[in-house]
């Protein structure tokens, strides 16, 4: 079916009272001239987050290209994007977080970039703020890159993965995505509580064809500090929030099997491992609170490495790093957790 829009732009919408006018603002105030659809889900929110957007529909010159559908349920974000994906109308689809604006020239500088390269997805810079707008540095230097075109097989991924260091971000707001790219891949969010980015990124990253990273900020993405996977001075946490955490980065690990072709599939196991590890120390760091309690099957189950110990000898990169996890995962249990613990104290994560 022919779009009907140039761009549409996703936002999921619950308890969001205090940000969904400067973010819609932000969407409806767009200087491109071509035609944008703003598909909001409300998922079922319970404060008057609605009426904002029902008036700013009713005043703004732009408030007919608003389209609402409400959730029967609240069903979380992954569902609304997934509503989202399904009905939207748009050439290029472009998710926004409610609580989070974008500049003015957003969608305009993305968009140029697509149609000129024919690109599956362009990326944007990103900007990290507070609640009060003022810059936050959360350590993630590659929000903001050089330009880069990257239009090779193999060569985004290639990009994303050339070596153990994080290099694209896995957020999936500030990303123009191609709405062919994304039906002809049926890509869909996972029903997790938190990290479906994550998730949602491991599918698409090895499936981009021609990929843009611009430099220029065109995304306010604000820092607020209730987030789910904050374990910080929590009494008790539940063994499934731990089994979900467990769940989506075995997820992102086991992905390397369908990857086993691919120039990057060294260091992506590697990443994926050291990952695994990071979530694990987080874990033990806080077993004691963990209800009911943790196993030591279900830590060495974590670590089994995707690859088998014949594919890691031969290995051209990340031998030694690949082995040592390969190692880890076969171990006794027990002895599985010690060495765990050993190399998170060693690093300081516990």
Known sequence: ???????????????????????????????????????????????QSMS????????HPKGK????????????????RNEIIENFHGK??????????????????????????????????????????NPLDIGQDYLIQEYKALCNKDEFASFAFQNMHQHLRDYVTNVLFRDAFIKNN???????????????????VPLVEIGIIIPDITYYYIIRHNSLSNYQGRLRIELDE??????????????????KDK??????????????????SGVLKNRKVITPPLTNNMIKDAMKHPASFSEIIK????????????????????????????????????
Request: glycine content about 2%; proline content about 2%.
């Open 186 to 204: 049926n890509l869909k969010f996972k029903n997790v509580r938190f990290y479906e980015d994550v998730m949602f990124s491991a599918d698409l």
């Open 52 to 59: 904002i957007i029902e008036e700013l529909k009713n005043i």
């Open 92 to 133: 290029y689809l472009f998710f926004m977080d409610s609580d989070d604006y974008i500049s003015k020239d957003c969608i305009r500088k993305l968009f140029v970039e697509a149609e000129a390269k024919n690109a599956d997805v362009v990326y944007g810079a990103l900007a990290t703020i507070d609640e009060k707008g």
């Open 315 to 350: 290995f051209k990169r990340y031998k030694l790093i690949n082995l040592a996890f390969y190692i880890i995962g076969i171990l006794p249990s027990f002895f599985s957790v010690y060495v765990i613990i050993l190399i998170a104290k060693y690093k300081r994560l516990i």
């Open 263 to 280: 120039p990057y599939y060294e260091a992506r196991c590697a990443r994926s491992m050291v990952q695994m590890l990071f979530i694990l």
């Open 242 to 259: 731990i089994k979900t955490f467990i769940y989506i980065f075995n997820y992102i690990k086991n992905k390397n099997k369908e990857l």
């Open 65 to 80: 290209n608003i389209h609402l559908i409400n959730q029967p349920e609240n069903k979380g974000l992954s569902a609304a």
């Open 1 to 47: 079916m022919e779009a009907r829009y140039d761009v549409t732009i996703g936002l999921p919408v619950y308890n969001v009272e205090k940000y969904i006018r400067r973010s819609l603002l932000s969407a409806l105030d767009q200087d491109f001239n071509g035609e944008i659809e703003i598909f909001i889900v409300n998922d079922c929110t319970k404060d």
